[in-house]
């Protein structure tokens, strides 16, 4: 690409919500949200379907406006700033291309709305479509393109007048797997290519991890957790999101303080981990499937391990290795990852104990679970879940 033609960078402005809130007649649609995210950031706004993403994305766009809260891009006031004016790019789900338009027409079409001139117009377009690799593609119609092509199309389109602000709606929620993967390493590459803010909306937790410096997990019209990929999966605060992102195990219990430790009451069994909480609270622990292990039921227990009888239920060849689904007493389902250099020798059907180090648990509260007196005498409050120590 020549210097001429490649796209100014543009500079990425800052987005603040406070307390912003949607309410509909019968229902609250955004429930007080505070979220800040830094200019040049890719932020993923990921949650199920109706958690709220959408109408925040449409709050900051301009498209829906906040019952109350504040919203400033770039540190502007937008209560009163239509959509245009907000220095914002937008691709959604469904390409939303004109089908009477060229290619190139389309990319042009928010720049002639802005009024610039015609030579340097067909500059941006022409760089605006080398940035998303369809240089070539201008003189063609949107219905002699593939999918993804026109999604790239819309992509264009959006970064085409450096907006300091691009959002996107799961752009590529349309799309099937393999062409999904693909253009989300497009998107990881224009966005460091063009350095705007990006905000991305997904439900799918695989994306979100592949995409961005930040993701905020949504439940229910609120934040749950904002953090990298690797603090949300690592050091989850709530059982919402450690079984959001990606796989985990949840052994639940009630929870009796040791020291500076806790052990959770399972069953007839107990399981330690780090970190204290109200004595007879409902707890969980999670654990990822790559830190728990399993070894037959007769070999002994090292010291450190949690260790609880299952029974192989379930084997999964992964091609890197395998997955085996553990079954507790209490019907509990547990997995373990197992590398291919480094299989056990366990296979379905057999008795076996499941292992895994004391501090690789997380304790979380179960808001599903009921309190409980404590057995072990020691009565002293503790009003939150503490995260473990790692
Ligand atoms: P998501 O994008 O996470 O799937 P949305 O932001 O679209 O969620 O919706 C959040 C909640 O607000 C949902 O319960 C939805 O039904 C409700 N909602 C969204 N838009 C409207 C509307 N225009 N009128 C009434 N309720 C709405
Ligand atoms: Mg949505």
Redesign the pocket.
Known sequence: MSAETRLIKARGARIELTQVRKEYADSVAVDDVSLVIEPGEFMTLLGP?GSG??TT?NIIAGFTTATSGTLTIGGRQMQDLPPHRRDIGMVFQHYALFPHMTVAENVAFPLKQRKVPRARRAEMVEAALETVRLTGYGHRRPRELSGGQQQRVALARAVVYEPSVLLM??PLGALDKKLRESLQMEIKRVHQEVGSTFVF?T?DQDEALVLSDRIAVFDDGGIQQVGTASELYERPRSLFVAEFLGESCTVRGHVEPDGDDSFLRVGDRTVRVAGRAAPGRAAAVVVRPEHVRVQQAEAPVAAGVNALPARVTQEIYLGSGRKLELTLPDGTVLLSREQADRLSGVRHGDEVTVVWDVERGVLLDDPTGTTRPSTSGDRVPVPTVKESGR
């Open positions: 379907s993403k959408t994305l709606d799961e909306v439900h």
